[in-house]
């Protein structure tokens, strides 16, 4: 499956810095003088303005970016584009710029709209080794060389030290045409990265290997270290990135991917129509949203959808991946993915995947290509402690074009203990509803208080045999059984998602049930072991008495 996401780093380097290295003047060129004292400064550029200017209002604005690039932005200091024009050029920030949390540099449009940078094969707005930034209101737009070599904004650490670099926002900008739409990156000999990270109201379309990504070294089982902390991802969509099909050695087109991070929240964020041209013969393939080489991740009421992968494998909505521990998934909507609609996956034996929660979530119709999968799909090597709980997942196969090996709702592979499957609906239209690998004994995977509904033929796989009966699979498994009484359903949970077609407008209202008394009653925390949190998916208070699935009864007023 996956490894880090590999991200090539874009260097931009300024024309003061270059003057330095050189020790000489560059003929025929203006080097605008940032004022020796006071400050800080705000600095306009406008496609109507003079290079000879002050650029320290918007009457005497620079005219290019090159020009104010010359500039070493210190704390407070502004650049400010004119709103609704078009710059030629890039941005670049190196260690001896920036500023701080209390007095960040800030790079923004001005006037009415947005401004537009258009660099020349390269980057947009590239940060290095340095901190305290604000990138606001502004839109990046590749040509064809950045769309291989060039990221709309990227941040690199690239220093060794333990000192992580706080403050970076990046908020109301889009970035699209680039290798990478935004790329925050530390590199193998950096020990830390990037902190205190807020990302907003993002738009991040039609790049070629990726939306958003993070990265850090190379992740250490023994010695866990994670590059970046404290991130606020939220509202961001990312669509269209379309992976590179020339790219088969590692995984391209996801529309999030987060690697070697540490708290972190993404929320009430849309990944839709990635991955549709990734490589054919890709081992690894992308994801809507997912995490990997990372603790204390939460992803939570975001959506994701129509994900795509070109070779057999992923193309999923969510995933938490390699060596991700102490995370959760929970109030995400996921539907009409190639791969699963949440999958969690080990393929390296470090053991340092555990302690993750998958709940509340909903899954509609995923696996659309690729039927090895299912709605929610978990196995892996060293994998322990992984809670599934208060899902609902709606699988309707037929008329697939796997129809002969039909996807299920549920599907469980070796190489986990400690799992808990509880509480969840589990409904398909007479297909599988759970493919399990192995006959596992209740110690290492334990299943309870799960509606299993089917209008059609009830099928449950588990190990070598199939059972046409919940009492017949629980008397065999010793599965759905608490102090030696039955548990799990087959009820009707009176869905209209079993019958409703999916449109561009999905909503999880589909997955509702539609006859609350007749949803069979969930394990309460006493039983299951369990606390299910304070809401359900729709952020309804949870009420003592608990049932099946992501969406619960409404509180009484």
């Given amino acids: 499956m996956k490894r880090s996401q590999a991200t090539k780093t874009v260097a931009g380097v300024s024309a003061a810095v270059l003057l330095l290295l050189t020790g000489c003047d560059v003929q025929g060129i203006y080097r605008p003088a940032r004022p020796a004292t006071g400050g800080p400064y705000t600095f306009y550029v406008s496609p109507d303005g003079d290079d000879k200017n002050d650029g320290l209002s918007p009457q005497k604005p620079w005219k290019t970016l090159d020009h104010a690039n010359a500039v070493r932005f210190q704390p407070g200091d502004q650049l400010r584009l004119k709103g609704g024009e078009r710059f030629r050029g890039s941005v670049s920030l190196d260690k001896t710029e920036a500023g701080s949390a209390t007095r960040p540099v800030v790079i923004e449009s001005y006037g009415t709209g947005r401004a537009t940078i258009a660099p020349r094969g390269t980057s947009g707005i590239t940060v290095r080794d340095t901190a305290g930034v604000e990138i606001r209101n502004i839109a990046l737009v590749g040509d064809r060389r950045a769309l291989r070599e060039g990221v709309g904004i990227a941040f690199r650490k690239t220093l060794p030290g333990s000192r992580r670099l706080d403050h970076v926002t990046i908020t109301n900008v889009e970035a699209r045409g680039f290798q990478n739409g935004i790329s925050v990156g530390a590199e193998k000999d950096a020990a830390v990265g990037f902190g205190d990270v807020r990302i907003a109201d993002v738009s991040v379309h039609h790049n070629l290997e990726g939306g958003l990504v993070f990265y850090g070294p190379e992740f250490e089982a023994d010695n866990p270290a994670y590059a970046h902390s404290g991130l606020r991802i939220e509202r961001v969509k990312a669509y269209s990135n379309t992976g590179d099909p020339k790219s088969g050695a590692r995984n391209t087109g996801s529309g999030i991917a987060l690697g070697s991070v540490r708290d972190v929240t993404v929320t009430r964020s849309v990944a839709h129509d990635n991955g549709a041209r990734s490589a054919a013969d890709a081992e690894e393939g992308p994801e809507g949203i997912w995490v990997y080489d990372s603790t ?41 993915n190639d791969g699963p609609g949440f999958l969690v996956y080990s393929g390296q034996s470090t053991g340092a995947h555990r302690n993750n929660t998958v709940r509340f979530n909903m899954s509609w119709d995923d696996a659309r290509k690729l039927p090895q999968y299912g709605g929610i799909v978990a196995y892996g090597t060293r994998m322990r402690n992984l809670d599934i709980y208060h899902n609902t997942v709606v699988m309707r196969t037929e008329g697939l074009a796997s129809a002969g090996n039909r996807p299920p709702a549920l599907r469980l592979r070796d190489g986990m203990r400690g799992v808990r499957v509880l509480n969840n609906i589990f409904a398909t239209d007479g297909g599988p509803l759970l493919e399990a690998e192995s006959s596992y004994a209740p110690a290492t995977l334990r299943l309870q208080g799960n509606d ?106």
């Fill in 296 to 336: 204390r991740v939460v992803l939570e009421n975001n959506r994701s959808y129509r994900n795509r992968t070109g070779s057999r494998v992923d193309g999923g909505g969510f995933g938490l991946d390699n060596n991700v521990s102490f995370s959760v998934m929970q109030y995400n909507l996921a539907y009409g």
């Fill in 452 to 557: 299993y509904y089917s209008t059609g033929p009830w099928s449950l796989g588990w190990g070598a045999k199939r059972f046409a009966s919940l009492a017949g699979w629980r008397t065999a498994s010793r599965q759905e059984t608490l102090d030696g009484e039955p548990t799990g359903s087959v009820d009707d949970p009176c869905l209209r998602g079993l019958a409703a077609p999916i449109a561009d407008s999905a909503g999880a209202s589909d997955l509702v049930p539609r006859c609350e008394d007749e949803v069979p009653a969930a394990l309460g925390p006493q039983a299951s072991g369990v606390n299910p949190g304070p809401v359900d998916y729709f952020g309804n208070r949870i009420r003592e008495a608990l049932t099946v699935g992501a969406a619960q009864p409404r509180p009484a007023d």
